[in-house]
T-cell receptor, first 115, second 113 residues
């Protein structure tokens, strides 16, 4: 299994540009999520999904959109990039929480720089 | 919502010594507390976790304790080695958000040979 994969690894955007960060997992996990990590800080939840067709907002959702049309994929869209969105973005996935919370597995991250 | 505080922000120990990192959380409904290790430029990797029905869990040199009444949990690393040097994050489940997590601010652990 490839686990959780993310593309691109690194991206530079100009203010106002839009882009999509890709995330895929091949572990048949129900739950997927996006976190951002700013320098010297912990991860903060942006959006998450508990199954195909279901998404919800996390702690810092403004400026981002998500959709979940398949179990495997969970893309994150930046609508109009701002310098404040310069960060490292991690996608994560896990099995569902029936029977208790399950371990989240993280992708390798996408480093985004907005000029 | 949930708030997780982590201390200390940096910790320097001599090889072979023990290291302790402490976290507090605010939401009494949180029921799962993982610890992640993150090396520079890499993804967070789970090293140990504990659920709210357990007070202590150990895995070789790593242990975690949970005090639900006081809403705090701690990571203990014994016999530290240089390869333990990394940033460690505690986390707690966000209520009504499945397995989603809120993270502490991280502890940079430096183990001096």
């Amino acid at each position: 299994n490839a686990g959780v994969t993310q593309t691109p690894k690194f991206q530079v955007l100009k203010t106002g540009q839009s882009m999509t960060l890709q995330c895929a997992q091949d572990m048949n996990h129900e739950y997927m999520s996006w976190y951002r990590q700013d320098p010297g800080m912990g991860l903060r939840l942006i959006h998450y999904s508990v199954g195909a067709g279901i998404t919800d907002q996390g702690e810092v959702p403004n400026g981002y959109n998500v959709s979940r049309s398949t179990t495997e994929d969970f893309p994150l869209r930046l609508l109009s990039a701002a310098p404040s969105q310069t960060s490292v973005y991690f996608c994560a996935s896990s099995y569902g929480s029936r029977g208790g919370p399950k371990t989240q597995y993280f992708g390798p991250g996408t480093r985004l720089l907005v000029l | 919502g949930e708030n997780v505080e982590q201390h200390p922000s940096t910790l320097s120990v001599q090889e072979g010594d023990s290291a302790v990192i402490k976290c507090t959380y605010s939401d009494s409904a949180s029921n799962y507390f993982p610890w992640y290790k993150q090396e520079l430029g890499k993804r967070p990797q789970l090293i140990i976790d504990i659920r709210s029905n357990v007070g202590e869990k150990k895995d070789q040199r790593i242990a975690v304790t949970l005090n639900k009444t006081a809403k705090h949990f701690s990571l203990h690393i014994t016999e530290t080695q240089p390869e333990d040097s990394a940033v460690y994050f505690c986390a707690a489940t966000l209520n009504n958000a499945g397995n989603m997590l809120t993270f502490g601010g991280g502890t940079r652990l430096m183990v001096k040979p």
